[in-house]
């Protein structure tokens, strides 16, 4: 298509202004180059949903580019979470175009295109080259998007630390892709059906799903992420955790679809880290002191949650179920696109707390919702989305999931049976310990007095960067009221991605969620009537205010409200076990009379942190011990040339070399 | 609609059979059962008082609470006879308990946040503990409902209590122990003895009853209507598991009220002559009851396979 040539050139006209132009340009003509990016690819992928072409093939610079259903769907869901997260940019990064050089800005918003660029890039090639090469593209440009507040040194640090473990994750794709090929004489990934219909299947894809799942975060290749996220700027952290980390999930899915042997073993074992994933993500997430990066383990929950779904569909292919397989799979890949709605929703309306207190220490907060009305009723859809709550979109992605894992339970075996019930109980534990955490975040953040910050000039954000909250938002209510609109072509999707044939049976689905349906807007308009009578009813009596009820003293100090830490105290008592709490203080001692000034603090310490810069740390000590023989003594190193001449003569008069 | 009229008409006596057993207990001669209702009518007719620290929130979520709770009973199924079109649930379908207990867990979302709202710090403990028990509550109704399935074979709440029979005498043993299980979990659910004391009068020892500190009137009648509607789905649900399949209607209805009224006055009984627990013990009597769940759930298949055997 020759097309394609001219309308890849026409980006770099756009280009330009980011670079030269003034801050208004600058950020109107990114905004103008996402939508064209977004519209070029989005064309492809609404034709494969409308007209149920089964791929779309063009061919950039000699290299092809395929577009089917799981491409086109995960490129829809890209352009929209980047074209929301763009949009909100403008007012997010207003405080830093005065602080910031030009060039900084230009080259963020340059690293954002780049990333969106890479990520369809992703989305669409099936050459093995041609997608590491888009991979690393995309590990840059996000490298480069986290490295925005570079200046602190913690934001550098992390930044690095993601690119060595995106690096890390790298080298375990390219031996996979170079074992296939080497096997098959061929990089597309189209061959790896044939490497797997006569090699062993596990190893290859356990390499495979060890590099796919760093990107994605999954427990304990997760480390990366609960530091990058925080250190990033708002509208990046929403898009990396919203798109970027389900590129992952792409990846997994797409080397499952050429699986040919061994699916019940692989579903077994991506259930067991899927949900080991989601608990320790959540409750890890419940004892944070930083609302991003409490966002941030929770996309590590949603992600388990996901690979719950997506082990329960390999299961369900393994079982030769096509009902749980399908269920599983569409479960997993609607969960996909909730995540990225509810989870850059939350992270766009954390960002705009952020940017208006200045804080982030979810303890200072409090009463946010009389300075922030508006930003706090997207914030509270986000987390009733996320905690999986009727009737909004969360539900519906769990409820396919629970129901798949239910059908599954019936079916099975003895084995099988425990296996599901796993998969319940685990799902159950992750919804429950989510609504602990945002009934804490929302309840500390959001409601009662503000406890240590001042808040007499906080105002509500601008409306451009209420729109893409609200455009969000729109799409959450709409998939919780109307999910047959969205699960039907996710089904086909799978359908054709798995060779999954309909059978009569997924006809109760239609029927669960039309049923759901009617019970969502029996809760809605009977929740409206019962309001508007309230209303009316309050109206006609007397109705006065006064301080809350605190047995009998009226002047309770805003300090003594509960605050997020005693609120998961409780929990992470139990929890303890699991979790690692440092606490920071000086003991009083016995001569000190008149004691000083304390501090006294805690933080949570990853589990899995050690694996951070262990490596680096090993090697660093060994090579200190090794720094011994460097003495700088001719004598020594003349010595060491003498017994290394030994050791050749000795090893060659042995024969071994 | 049998089950949601029924449902409501439980309702009406069940507070009050709960408070005369108990006045009975301690030798006195007790109110009218019909005295908690009357009760709502006083506060329902009265104004209002809200603290300034509350927000939208806290207006509108016992409103949510009555009608998330009201949108639950309508999955409800009265042990379905197939031969009478009504008394199947109102709206049933396959996994419509997941339904169930996610709208439960919706109401109570917003009556956590709700007491958080207040900024009181006794509210913030109440709030803190009923979402803890009730996140260490979830997976035990779900085990119990996986082994419904697992028994019956099917997943929509009619079909499970329709097809559930009791007529192995190893299944009556199960029968014991479920029930034993969703009393419980219906107490904790409740806000009752073991785990909460509605009688305690000190607020560092309430759960139930401090997140209500600062409501009063209209939405303090609302809540207390959720409450009494939540303890009456529970006992229908219990009723559900008892009643045998295929018994004639009357009998039905005979057993259902019987179940209801002895479940209420039990629930009396126990609250008359138990101590609550230890806050810190609750986190473990909640978790046992999860696994004991699970020996239900394993001794089930382990029934399945001997009888496909």
Redesign the interface.
């Given at each position: 298509m020759e097309i394609t040539y001219t309308l890849l050139f026409l980006p770099i006209i756009f280009c330009i202004p980011i670079f030269f132009g003034n801050a208004k340009i600058r950020y109107y003509s990114s905004l103008l180059l996402t939508l064209y990016i977004s519209i070029i690819s989005s064309i492809p992928a609404f034709d494969i949903f409308l007209n149920h072409t089964n791929t779309f093939t063009a061919s950039i610079y000699s290299t092809e580019i395929t577009i089917d259903g799981l491409s086109a769907f995960f490129i829809l869901v890209t352009n929209f979470t980047m074209l929301t997260g763009m949009l909100f940019s403008n007012g997010y990064l207003e405080p830093y175009i005065k602080r910031k050089k030009p060039a900084v800005i230009a080259l963020h918003y340059g690293s954002y295109i780049l990333l969106h660029l890479s990520m369809l890039l992703v989305l669409v090639f099936r050459n093995g080259f041609a997608f590491l090469v888009a991979w690393e593209l995309m590990a840059v440009a996000s490298f480069l998007l986290i490295l925005f507040e570079g200046e602190i040194l913690k934001t550098l640090k992390t930044a690095v630390n993601y690119l060595i473990q995106m690096h890390i994750g790298f080298v375990f794709l390219l031996m996979a892709i170079l074992i296939f090929s080497n096997s098959t004489g061929n990089m597309s990934f189209d061959s790896l059906a044939d490497y797997f219909k006569y090699n062993e299947n596990i190893g290859l894809f356990a390499l495979f799903f060890i590099g796919f799942s760093v990107k994605a975060g999954v427990i304990p290749l997760h480390t990366w992420l609960p530091e990058a996220h925080p250190a990033a700027p708002s509208h990046v952290s929403g898009t990396m955790s919203g798109v970027m980390i389900k590129m992952g999930i792409y990846g997994i899915i797409r080397i499952l679809s050429y699986i040919q042997y061994d699916l019940y073993n692989i579903g077994m074992f991506i259930l067991i880290i899927a949900a080991v994933s989601g608990l320790l993500g959540v409750i890890m997430a419940i004892v944070q002191h930083d609302v991003k990066k409490l966002l941030a383990y929770h996309s590590i929950e949603n992600i388990g949650i996901i690979c719950i779904g997506i082990g329960l569909g390999t299961l369900g292919l393994g079982m030769n179920n096509p009902l749980v397989a399908m269920l599983g799979f569409s479960g997993a890949l609607l969960h996909v696109l909730n995540h990225s709605l509810f989870k850059s929703l939350l992270f766009f309306s954390a960002g705009s707390v952020y940017k208006q207190y200045h804080t982030r220490s979810i303890d200072s907060f409090g009463g946010v919702i009389k300075k922030m009305p508006r930003t706090t009723f997207f914030f509270l859809i986000g987390a009733i989305a996320i905690c999986g709550l009727p009737p909004l979109n969360g539900f519906i992605s769990e409820m396919l999931i629970y129901i798949g894992l239910f059908k599954g339970l019936l079916g099975g075996t003895f084995d099988n049976s425990i296996l599901m019930l796993f998969g319940i109980i685990s799902l159950v534990l992750i919804g429950g310990l989510a609504i602990f955490c945002f009934t804490k975040v929302f309840g500390v953040v959001f409601l009662g007095n503000p406890r240590k910050v001042k808040d007499e000039n906080v105002k509500e954000v601008s409306n451009s960067m209420l729109f893409p909250m609200l455009l969000i938002s729109i799409f959450i209510v709409l998939i919780g009221l109307f999910p047959m609109l969205f699960i039907q072509p996710i089904t086909n999707i799978v359908g054709g991605l798995f060779k999954i044939s309909y059978d009569s049976s997924f006809l109760a689905i239609t029927d669960t969620f039309s049923k759901v349906n009617i019970v969502s807007f029996v809760l809605i308009a009977t929740t409206l009537l019962l309001f508007l009578l309230r209303s009316k009813i309050l109206k006609k009596r007397e109705v006065s205010y006064g301080p809350t009820w605190g047995c009998g003293s009226l002047n309770a100090s805003a300090k003594q409200q509960y605050t997020g830490n005693s609120f998961a105290n409780s929990f992470s008592e139990i929890a303890s076990p699991i979790l690692k709490i440092e606490k920071e203080n000086i003991p009083i001692r016995e001569e000190e009379i008149a004691p000083s000034m304390r501090r006294y603090s805690t933080h949570q310490v990853d589990v899995f942190g050690f694996l951070n810069f262990r490596i680096a740390d090993f090697i660093m000590t060994l090579l200190k011990k090794l720094a011994r023989l460097q003495t700088g003594k001719i004598q020594h190193y003349i010595l060491y040339t003498f017994i290394f001449i030994l050791i050749i003569f000795a090893l060659m008069y042995l024969n071994l070399i | 609609m049998i089950s949601f009229l029924l449902i409501l008409l439980t309702a009406l006596f069940f507070p009050g059979i709960i408070s005369r057993t108990k006045s009975i207990a301690s030798g006195r001669k007790g109110p009218s059962i019909f005295q908690p209702w009357k009760n709502i009518f006083v506060l329902l007719k009265?104004?209002?008082?809200?603290?300034?620290?509350?927000?939208?929130?806290f207006?509108?979520t016992?409103?949510?609470y009555?009608?998330?709770i009201?949108?639950a009973m309508?999955?409800l199924p009265f042990e379905a006879n197939r031969t009478i079109t009504g008394s199947i649930s109102i709206?049933?379908?396959?996994?419509?308990f997941?339904?169930f207990a996610?709208?439960l867990?919706?109401g109570?979302?917003f009556f956590?946040?709700a007491?958080?709202?207040?900024?009181?710090?006794?509210?913030?403990?109440g709030?803190?503990?009923e979402?803890?028990y009730?996140?260490?509550l979830?997976?035990a109704f779900?085990?119990i409902i996986?082994s419904f399935?697992?028994v019956s074979?099917?997943?929509s709440m009619q079909s499970i209590f329709s097809c559930i029979e009791f007529a192995n005498t190893y299944y009556y043993i199960i029968g014991i122990i479920i029930i034993y299980l969703f009393v419980q979990i219906a107490m904790i659910e409740n806000s009752r003895l073991p785990v909460d004391d509605p009688k305690t009068h000190l607020?560092l020892t309430m759960i139930h009853e401090v997140m209500l500190?600062?409501s009063c009137?209209?939405?303090l009648a609302?809540i207390q209507i959720g409450t009494y509607l939540k303890f009456a789905i529970f006992g229908t649900i219990i009723a559900n598991i008892i009643i045998p399949v295929n018994t004639p209607i009357l009998l039905q209805f005979a057993i259902f009220f019987a179940t209801q009224i002895l479940f209420a006055a039990v629930i009396g009984f126990l609250e008359s002559f138990r101590a609550r627990k230890k806050m810190v013990k609750n986190?473990q009597f909640i978790l046992s009851l999860s696994s004991i769940a699970l020996v239900v759930?394993v001794l089930c298949?382990l029934l399945l396979?001997q009888m496909l055997k």
């Amino acid at each position: 298509m020759e097309i394609t040539y001219t309308l890849l050139f026409l980006p770099i006209i756009f280009c330009i202004p980011i670079f030269f132009g003034n801050a208004k340009i600058r950020y109107y003509s990114s905004l103008l180059l996402t939508l064209y990016i977004s519209i070029i690819s989005s064309i492809p992928a609404f034709d494969i949903f409308l007209n149920h072409t089964n791929t779309f093939t063009a061919s950039i610079y000699s290299t092809e580019i395929t577009i089917d259903g799981l491409s086109a769907f995960f490129i829809l869901v890209t352009n929209f979470t980047m074209l929301t997260g763009m949009l909100f940019s403008n007012g997010y990064l207003e405080p830093y175009i005065k602080r910031k050089k030009p060039a900084v800005i230009a080259l963020h918003y340059g690293s954002y295109i780049l990333l969106h660029l890479s990520m369809l890039l992703v989305l669409v090639f099936r050459n093995g080259f041609a997608f590491l090469v888009a991979w690393e593209l995309m590990a840059v440009a996000s490298f480069l998007l986290i490295l925005f507040e570079g200046e602190i040194l913690k934001t550098l640090k992390t930044a690095v630390n993601y690119l060595i473990q995106m690096h890390i994750g790298f080298v375990f794709l390219l031996m996979a892709i170079l074992i296939f090929s080497n096997s098959t004489g061929n990089m597309s990934f189209d061959s790896l059906a044939d490497y797997f219909k006569y090699n062993e299947n596990i190893g290859l894809f356990a390499l495979f799903f060890i590099g796919f799942s760093v990107k994605a975060g999954v427990i304990p290749l997760h480390t990366w992420l609960p530091e990058a996220h925080p250190a990033a700027p708002s509208h990046v952290s929403g898009t990396m955790s919203g798109v970027m980390i389900k590129m992952g999930i792409y990846g997994i899915i797409r080397i499952l679809s050429y699986i040919q042997y061994d699916l019940y073993n692989i579903g077994m074992f991506i259930l067991i880290i899927a949900a080991v994933s989601g608990l320790l993500g959540v409750i890890m997430a419940i004892v944070q002191h930083d609302v991003k990066k409490l966002l941030a383990y929770h996309s590590i929950e949603n992600i388990g949650i996901i690979c719950i779904g997506i082990g329960l569909g390999t299961l369900g292919l393994g079982m030769n179920n096509p009902l749980v397989a399908m269920l599983g799979f569409s479960g997993a890949l609607l969960h996909v696109l909730n995540h990225s709605l509810f989870k850059s929703l939350l992270f766009f309306s954390a960002g705009s707390v952020y940017k208006q207190y200045h804080t982030r220490s979810i303890d200072s907060f409090g009463g946010v919702i009389k300075k922030m009305p508006r930003t706090t009723f997207f914030f509270l859809i986000g987390a009733i989305a996320i905690c999986g709550l009727p009737p909004l979109n969360g539900f519906i992605s769990e409820m396919l999931i629970y129901i798949g894992l239910f059908k599954g339970l019936l079916g099975g075996t003895f084995d099988n049976s425990i296996l599901m019930l796993f998969g319940i109980i685990s799902l159950v534990l992750i919804g429950g310990l989510a609504i602990f955490c945002f009934t804490k975040v929302f309840g500390v953040v959001f409601l009662g007095n503000p406890r240590k910050v001042k808040d007499e000039n906080v105002k509500e954000v601008s409306n451009s960067m209420l729109f893409p909250m609200l455009l969000i938002s729109i799409f959450i209510v709409l998939i919780g009221l109307f999910p047959m609109l969205f699960i039907q072509p996710i089904t086909n999707i799978v359908g054709g991605l798995f060779k999954i044939s309909y059978d009569s049976s997924f006809l109760a689905i239609t029927d669960t969620f039309s049923k759901v349906n009617i019970v969502s807007f029996v809760l809605i308009a009977t929740t409206l009537l019962l309001f508007l009578l309230r209303s009316k009813i309050l109206k006609k009596r007397e109705v006065s205010y006064g301080p809350t009820w605190g047995c009998g003293s009226l002047n309770a100090s805003a300090k003594q409200q509960y605050t997020g830490n005693s609120f998961a105290n409780s929990f992470s008592e139990i929890a303890s076990p699991i979790l690692k709490i440092e606490k920071e203080n000086i003991p009083i001692r016995e001569e000190e009379i008149a004691p000083s000034m304390r501090r006294y603090s805690t933080h949570q310490v990853d589990v899995f942190g050690f694996l951070n810069f262990r490596i680096a740390d090993f090697i660093m000590t060994l090579l200190k011990k090794l720094a011994r023989l460097q003495t700088g003594k001719i004598q020594h190193y003349i010595l060491y040339t003498f017994i290394f001449i030994l050791i050749i003569f000795a090893l060659m008069y042995l024969n071994l070399i | 609609m049998i089950s949601f009229l029924l449902i409501l008409l439980t309702a009406l006596f069940f507070p009050g059979i709960i408070s005369r057993t108990k006045s009975i207990a301690s030798g006195r001669k007790g109110p009218s059962i019909f005295q908690p209702w009357k009760n709502i009518f006083v506060l329902l007719k009265k104004g209002s008082k809200f603290s300034d620290t509350t927000s939208i929130v806290f207006q509108i979520t016992p409103v949510i609470y009555l009608t998330t709770i009201v949108c639950a009973m309508l999955l409800l199924p009265f042990e379905a006879n197939r031969t009478i079109t009504g008394s199947i649930s109102i709206i049933g379908f396959d996994g419509d308990f997941i339904l169930f207990a996610y709208l439960l867990a919706l109401g109570r979302f917003f009556f956590i946040i709700a007491a958080l709202d207040t900024g009181s710090s006794f509210e913030g403990m109440g709030a803190n503990r009923e979402a803890l028990y009730s996140m260490l509550l979830e997976p035990a109704f779900f085990i119990i409902i996986s082994s419904f399935a697992l028994v019956s074979g099917n997943i929509s709440m009619q079909s499970i209590f329709s097809c559930i029979e009791f007529a192995n005498t190893y299944y009556y043993i199960i029968g014991i122990i479920i029930i034993y299980l969703f009393v419980q979990i219906a107490m904790i659910e409740n806000s009752r003895l073991p785990v909460d004391d509605p009688k305690t009068h000190l607020e560092l020892t309430m759960i139930h009853e401090v997140m209500l500190l600062d409501s009063c009137g209209f939405d303090l009648a609302l809540i207390q209507i959720g409450t009494y509607l939540k303890f009456a789905i529970f006992g229908t649900i219990i009723a559900n598991i008892i009643i045998p399949v295929n018994t004639p209607i009357l009998l039905q209805f005979a057993i259902f009220f019987a179940t209801q009224i002895l479940f209420a006055a039990v629930i009396g009984f126990l609250e008359s002559f138990r101590a609550r627990k230890k806050m810190v013990k609750n986190p473990q009597f909640i978790l046992s009851l999860s696994s004991i769940a699970l020996v239900v759930f394993v001794l089930c298949l382990l029934l399945l396979n001997q009888m496909l055997k």
